[in-house]
């Protein structure tokens, strides 16, 4: 096997100069043979051409390689380095430093290579016959161990850390030196990995990501590379991408500004893409659009690794956005999923309206969280009795997710009672920064808001907007940590025998409130879940287990039923289908413990129920290409799952 990657440095064999001298001394077997090489100026105009010279290239190199002659076209130094090591074939060494060196490396795809291609290797997992096979014998210690023991290893290594970001660091690095048991790791301890990998841990990780940037792990597509975001895209050596997780940093959780180091949400999102939704790693591609920072903070820190300008807005910043757009469509086609990620709020909701149409898009502040909350609603109906329509709902913030929310709430009332869509939202009220929404402030409210202006007086308080109201569902998406205060949460319980509290604010220290709080001043009455994770709750002798509304429910299967559908489009129905598939996932038992959600520990099950549920919503709308349909689309969507177990090598 034989290719020519378009990669532009000799990183494959590692950046020590031992890791190097071992593949430039070794004779490599012409059956493994990988030939790297960056595109010249030539190569650039067409891949083609690229490969028919890349062919030539491999051919002559192996014929040459296979008389023990070093390649014609390289310049040879008879004399050796200092030390007596090996000759300097490409030139680095004699080379002054404002000379230019060509960046190309014939290595050999096994041994010391192999051993740092985060997508092969398997560590000390490499059996016997497979070290002999691929020049691994002295490279590795003489133990041979399984994945399992690794993955028992790596545990105890990870818990040993007391500081969440060690542990988010030692989990990257693990990514970058062994994806399988990146991934195997993952999918085995979920529920004590995921606040690691994602919220609330990957907010401070983004906070310090300047600080802490080891590699890169996905495409950052700045203004300089405006008029040539085609040509980036190609950079990445990745062919087949499903799925692409975009941000532009603007909005990072409830942070703020983060600019270029958003590119952590991203990442994050992605690797639950395939721990939990079993999208192919292969398949996923993060991409960070960097238009500027208006953080003062980041422009003035020196590890800042992104433009150091004010952000780009109006017609510059919507050309780079929609030059990003036709980009993706032609280089991957129409059917790669776009999932917009914490994008601030007035471009969020116009960058879905205008692609919405076009391209497969999916805005997880505004869809994905609304999915996950409209199942914990579900299926909360199970503990008070009734149905939604029953409800009167209260929301603190009304931004993507407040609004998003509201929306799917009211379809999906609208879809139970047969109502027009224009009555189930006037059971729905909101209140911004500036007080309760009311048909009043009408004029002065941003397009978004405006279907929840109904007729009230103004109240400026949330604490008086319950009472005035009278709520049985509060849910906060405000952004801003404990504004459910003690007045507010016993506002709630002197209303409801069992009052519905929904803190989904992240990271945890933006939570509206704590689980605690909820329990305590509701007198063990309240039914509660929040965005990020909290510990159980012990309270008049019983023990509370808080549910957790975690986007990751949603948007892994989500995206699996797209993918395995062949969608080309997003449609809302196919958002209340994934809702009320993870609702029919909670069990009695769960019931039991006051939980609205089912446990992460069966993430991957409850994937498959929800991409066969958005499948089959997607076929039944014509929105699908991948025909026929399967008979047994939960099994099919389990056959479709990455698997990262260690496959076994010739």
């Keep these: 096997m034989i290719s020519l990657n378009r990669t532009s440095f000799l990183s494959n064999a590692g950046v020590n ?227 692409i997780v975009v941000t532009d940093g603007e909005r990072i959780l409830g942070l703020g500004d983060l600019g270029c180091q958003g590119m952590g949400i991203p990442v994050g999102k992605l690797s639950l893409y395939t721990a939990l939704g079993g999208v192919r790693p292969s398949a996923c591609l993060p991409v960070t659009i960097d238009v500027g920072t208006n953080n003062e903070k980041l422009l003035n820190d020196e590890f800042y690794i992104g433009l150091r300008q004010r952000r780009a807005t109006g017609q510059e910043y919507a050309e780079l956005l929609h030059e990003f757009m036709t980009a993706v469509k032609q280089n991957y086609g129409e059917k790669v999923l776009i999932q917009f990620e914490d994008f601030a709020n007035h ?139 003690k007045e507010v949460v016993e506002a709630m319980a002197a209303i409801n025998q069992k009052p519905i509290i929904l803190a989904l604010s992240n990271p945890t220290s933006q939570s509206e409130c704590t689980a605690e709080d909820a329990y305590t001043w509701s007198q063990g009455r309240a039914i509660f879940a929040s965005g990020s994770p909290f510990a159980p709750v012990e309270y008049g002798g019983k023990v509370f287990v808080p549910g957790q509304a975690n986007n990751a429910y949603i948007f892994p299967g989500l995206g699996l039923g797209l993918i395995m559908s062949g969608a080309i489009r997003v449609h809302d129905d196919m958002l209340l289908a994934a809702s009320e598939a993870l609702a029919a996932e909670v069990s009695q038992e769960n019931y039991d413990k006051g939980l609205i959600y089912p446990p992460f520990a069966n993430i991957r099950k409850i994937s498959a129920h929800i991409a066969a549920k958005v499948a089959a919503k997607a076929y039944e709308l014509g929105l699908a290409t991948r025909l026929p349909q399967p008979d047994d689309l939960v099994k099919y969507a389990e056959s479709c799952m990455y698997s990262p177990a260690y496959r076994n090598y010739r």
């Design 17 to 243: 100069g031992s890791g190097i001298n071992a593949q430039r001394q070794r004779r490599p077997p012409p059956a493994y043979v990988k030939v790297v090489a960056s595109r010249s100026n030539q190569d650039q105009k067409g891949r083609a051409t690229s490969e028919r010279s890349g062919s030539a290239l491999v051919e002559s190199t192996l014929k040459e390689m296979k008389d023990h002659a070093p390649p014609s076209h390289v310049r040879v130094d008879p004399d050796s380095t200092v030390g007596g090591g090996v000759k300097d074939v490409y030139g680095e060494d004699s080379a002054t430093e404002d000379q230019l060196v060509t960046p190309w490396a014939v290595s050999v795809a096994s041994g010391y290579s192999l051993l740092r291609d985060p997508h092969h290797n398997k560590g000390l997992a490499f059996s016997e016959k497979e070290r002999d096979a691929h020049y691994l014998r002295g490279l590795l210690p003489p133990t041979v161990v399984s994945q399992d023991l690794q993955v028992k290893k790596m545990m105890h290594n990870i818990r040993q850390y007391q500081v969440p970001l060690q542990k988010y660091m030692a989990m990257m690095d693990l990514q970058e030196m062994n994806e399988r048991l990146f991934y195997k790791l993952l999918v085995e301890n979920v529920e004590e990995l995921l606040p690691v990998v994602y919220t609330p841990t990957v907010g401070e990780a983004c906070q310090k990501y300047g600080s802490i940037f080891r590699r890169p792990q996905g495409l950052f597509i700045s203004l300089k590379e405006k008029g040539r975001i085609l040509e980036v895209l190609k950079n990445w050596p990745e062919r087949s991408i499903q799925v």
């Design 347 to 485: 471009n969020a909701f116009d960058l879905l309206e205008k692609y919405g149409t076009t391209h497969l898009v999916f805005n997880d502040d505004i869809q994905g969280t609304a999915s996950v909350v409209l199942a914990g609603l579900v299926a909360a109906q199970k503990l008070v009795g009734g149905t939604l329509a029953d409800h009167r709902f209260l929301f603190l913030g009304a931004g993507e997710a407040g609004t998003g929310i509201a929306e799917l709430i009211a379809l999906e009332m609208s879809k139970q009672t047969g109502a027009p869509l224009e009555e189930t939202r006037k059971n729905i009220w909101l209140v911004d920064s500036k007080g309760l929404i009311v048909y009043s402030r009408k004029e002065s409210l941003q397009h978004f808001k405006k279907p929840w202006a109904h007729e009230h007086e103004p109240i400026k308080e949330l604490v008086d907007a319950v009472k005035s109201i009278k709520p049985t569902v509060l849910i906060g998406t405000s952004g801003v940590g404990r504004t459910f205060t």
